[in-house]
């Protein structure tokens, strides 16, 4: 069973986007043949939000979306791009053709920006707790000088 993954997002984030994600979802399951997951940004936020080994997995992707969203997530991967009403109209279609798409093979720019940004997300994570850990020494500070005075 093939996979594939979607990102549906409307600027006001209240219909649409719901109706775009539950017509694929039942496109998918009427097809039988591809396991799908869709990502909703809507007014509430992002939920059920696509993971790292999730995209890597996936077959292709299929973003249904009048807003913008970050398509270099999913470098590397066959992409279907349409509109909100298209994906509410012709979901089985969107299937069928993100089916037929052949993942392109990753360069190796793609390969080195995976890393560099795997890199990043797990440096700026490092610096959180470091950030975090020192500004308590920053507050333990006056207490052991004033303890050290009397």
Known sequence: MKKLLAVTACPTGIAHTY?????????????NVVD??????????????LTDKEIAEAHAIIIAADTD?????FA???????SVAEAIKNAEKLIDEALRLDAPRPTSADVVAQVEREKAKR????????????NGVSFMIPLVVAVQTN
Do not use: C, I
């Not at 109706?19 to 097809?31: D, P, T």
């Not at 590397?76 to 791009?81: E, I, L, N, R, S």
């Open 19 to 31: 109706m775009a994600a539950e017509a694929l979802q039942k496109a998918a399951k009427a097809k």
């Open 36 to 49: 799908l997951k869709v990502e909703t940004r809507g007014s509430v936020g992002v939920e059920n939000e």
């Open 69 to 73: 969203v970050d398509e270099e997530r």
């Open 76 to 82: 590397g991967k066959p992409v279907v791009q349409v």
């Open 123 to 134: 440096s700026q994570e490092r610096k959180g707790f470091y950030k975090h850990l020192m």
